[in-house]
């Protein structure tokens, strides 16, 4: 077996992994960059930019059938299965050429390829792929960045060669003519609608009522409403059983009420979480705890696990599986883990979670649920975006925003929505929120005629009138209370 000693070791080279080596490397310490699986990170090869280009197709299939509104006639869609999976494949392929080629571009003594396992807290056996010899790497510290894998309950694996994983999803020859989507969640969501506006008869099971990642009661039964006037969900059901037949998988489920239904599909989706890559990494012998889900424990401002020479970032940690949250962790436990023991507290970027359904759905700052559970004394202004201007010109007039801001001092805490293009309405309550804004100060700002960004003053002013604050009258005053 052949050792390698070095400052820190990294176990993946996804986002946090890649983003963790950079940092390391900052710090002019010594790296090893260890990967078992195809080099390419999970928002290029599986996630969100495949995903995002099966829904451009669908956004396009469904403008052109809905244009008639506008007094444009499209004529007939037909939608082209293999031409749209074989332009989501080509350019999945070319954004993880990019990743690839930044990897292939490491110096081959800073990455091995194999899968590791710890022997001890900071050396790791990697055993290596294909005829290579095993590694002995003796590390200062250790970064965990082994990602996610898809999950499902067991009740599905009746549909055998008919039950896909999003990874799989895209792998497909042409769309299937049916598919039963298991979760509602952003996944299930985005991939079975825009399945649904592609032509695929599409259903949605999911064992509570809840659609999306809101929390707000009052945006939570918008989303409901608002994808259920399109979408066929069956909530709060039990899937009862799932059976692969000659034609495809007969689903049997059991409503809220007690009522059994069947029905048959030519593919089942499992879009029912992810769980953390963990266990063939033999944590037993590091010695760290892990918390009451499984998960390891550590801290979110150092990704530091317990008060050992082991660090976490990216999806494996189980808490924000976002790309931009994993670059972020991956640079703090890189930059932590060279220079362990001293290591450094980070301030965390505000939250930001974006659902590319349309209407679009967002989660900016601090959740409904979070505030609640904080015990945090708040206020909340609204808006509906069903009749506002901007909106009802582009024929998109279907939403809701909440703004949330702190009672005693004003101060914008997060906002949850559903709406038209959100993305960027969520973009500006983070920057709001991150910047400490209070409401005076937000409604300050410029606001163009006619945008959909109106709603969000109108959300403003009606959270200054709630927690009376001078501003609700003079849009131009310091934010003062009344």
């Known amino acids: 077996m052949d050792r390698r000693e070095v400052d820190v070791a990294i176990i993946g080279a996804g986002s946090a992994g890649l983003a963790a080596r950079r940092a390391v490397l900052k710090h002019g310490r010594s790296v090893v960059l260890i990967e078992h699986g195809p080099y390419g990170t999970t928002c290029a090869r599986v996630g969100c930019m495949p995903s995002k280009l099966l829904i451009a197709a669908a956004d396009a299939a469904h403008d052109l059938a809905h244009a008639k509104r506008f007094g444009v006639e499209a004529g007939q869609v037909r939608i082209d299965g293999p031409a749209v999976l074989g332009r989501v494949r080509r350019e999945r392929d070319r954004f993880v050429g990019f990743v690839v080629d930044s990897v292939d571009a490491i110096a081959a003594e800073e990455k091995l390829r194999g899968t590791a396992r710890f ?22 510290s250790v970064i965990i960045a082994t990602g996610s894998s ?12 008919r039950l896909l994983q999003n990874d799989d999803l895209f792998e ?8 039963a989507v298991v979760g509602t969640g ?125 660090f976490i970032a990216g999806d494996v940690t189980d808490d924000r599986p976002l790309l931009h949250e994993a670059s972020d962790e991956g640079h703090i436990a ?50 509906s975006f069903d009749d506002q201007g901007r909106a009802r010109t582009m024929g998109r007039n279907s939403g809701h925003l909440r703004i949330y801001g702190k009672w005693q001092c004003g101060t914008i805490l997060g906002a949850e929505m559903i709406g038209p293009r959100v993305e960027h309405l969520a973009h500006l309550l983070a920057w709001t929120a991150q910047s400490a804004l209070c409401v ?35 849009p131009l005053c310091d934010g003062a209370g009344a």
């Not at 049997?252 to 989706?269: C, E, N, Y």
């Open 186 to 310: 952003i996944i299930g969501l985005e991939l079975g609608q825009a399945l649904h506006r592609l032509g695929v008869r599409t259903s949605f099971f999911n064992i509570d009522d809840r659609v999306g990642p809101v929390s707000d009661p009052v945006i939570q039964d918008k989303v409901r409403a608002v994808l259920g006037a399109e979408l066929d969900l069956h909530l709060e059901v039990q899937i009862q059983q799932v059976q692969r037949d000659a034609q495809g998988v007969q689903l049997t489920w059991k409503d809220r009420d007690g009522g059994t239904h069947s029905d048959h599909f030519a593919q089942v989706l499992a879009a029912t979480g992810r769980r953390p890559n963990l266990a063939a990494l033999n944590l037993d012998v590091t010695g760290i705890e892990r918390n009451a889900q499984g998960a390891l424990a550590f801290d979110s401002r150092t990704m530091q696990c317990g008060k050992s020479p082991i």
């Open 172 to 179: 497909l020859d042409t769309l299937p003519e049916s598919v």
């Open 150 to 161: 898809p999950w499902h309950p067991p009740v599905l694996d009746g549909a055998g060669d």
């Open 440 to 474: 005076g100060q937000a409604l300050n700002m410029p606001f163009y005629h006619p945008v959909v960004e109106e709603g969000v003053r109108t959300a403003l002013r009606d959270l200054a009138v709630k927690l009376k604050m001078r501003c609700a009258a003079d």
């Open 334 to 383: 890189g930059q932590n883990a060279a220079l362990f023991p001293n290591v450094q507290a980070q301030r965390r970027r505000t939250p930001l979670a974006i659902v590319f359904v349309d209407p679009q759905v967002a989660i900016a700052g601090q959740s409904y649920q979070q505030l609640e559970t904080a015990g945090v004394d708040f206020e909340m202004g609204e808006v």
């Open 119 to 140: 022997t001890g807290p900071t050396r790791l056996e990697v055993s290596a792929l294909g005829d290579g010899p095993n590694v002995d790497v003796h590390a200062q």
